[in-house]
Structures are given as C-alpha cells and as structure tokens.
C-alpha cells in the first residue's frame, strides 16, 4: 500500500516556472514506477510523465510537455518531483501523483487504467 501527498502548486504567470512534488509513504517505494497526470476543468485526465523504475532512469512524456517538464525521483526521500518550466495557460490543471508495481503493455506507463494508486492532486493555474 502506498499514499501519495502531492504539493507545490500555486499560481503563476505564463513563462514561469513550478516544482511539483510527491511524497510516498510506503515500504518499496523504489519499486513502484511513477507517474504524473493532469486533469483541465471540463476535460479528462491526462498523461503528463512517467518514471520507469526499472530501467535506470527511464522517462516518458506527453508530447505537449516534452522540453519543458522533467520528472524524477529521490528514492532515499521517497519522492518524485515534476521541474515544470515555460508554463502556458493550457498547462493549468489539477495535477496527480500516481504510483503502480504492475505491467504496462505498452511500457510507457501511460494509461491511467495502469496506475494503483494516486494522490489527491495539486492545482497548477498559469495566468496569460
């Protein structure tokens, strides 16, 4: 069982930059493969990055955030932190820590659907 405590959300202005950060509690952590996800008010949620565990520092991420976000992961904390810089308007959303010891068909960890566990979100609202 793992819990996920994301923060560091806040308001800021286009071209800004924001540290997401997840905190797990949990035994193994270093085992689970990390993800963040993002829901925008009236629209799904959606894949933002993934931390693929066992591939050394594996990473993936949605091709709208690709060059500006950066995921990663301090087992010894047991966290995972999204560097999100350049932020756009369409950035603002509710953002989800994810967590799961299971199989991707895909490897990417991109599916919601592949995820166990979440946290409770963190609002990201970016200003033009």
């Known amino acids: 069982q793992v819990q996920l405590v994301e923060s560091g959300g806040g308001l800021v202005q286009a071209g800004a930059s924001l540290r997401l950060s997840c905190a797990a509690s949990?035994?193994?952590?270093?085992?689970?493969?990390m993800g963040w996800f993002r829901q925008a008010p009236g629209k799904e949620r959606e894949f933002v990055a993934a931390?693929?565990?066992?591939?050394?520092?594996?990473?993936y991420y949605a091709d709208s955030v690709k060059g500006r976000f950066t995921i990663s992961r301090d087992n010894a904390k047991n966290t995972v932190s999204l560097q999100m810089n350049s932020l756009k308007p369409e950035d603002t959303a509710v953002y989800y820590c994810?967590?799961?010891?299971?199989?991707?068909?895909?490897?990417?960890?991109?599916?919601?659907?592949?995820?166990?566990?979440w946290g409770q979100g963190t609002q990201v609202t970016v200003s033009s």
């Open positions: 994810a967590a799961t010891r299971g199989y991707s068909g895909t490897g990417v960890y991109s599916q919601i659907d592949e995820y166990d566990y």
């Open positions: 949990g035994r193994s952590f270093s085992s689970y493969h």
């Open positions: 931390f693929i565990w066992w591939s050394g520092s594996t990473t």
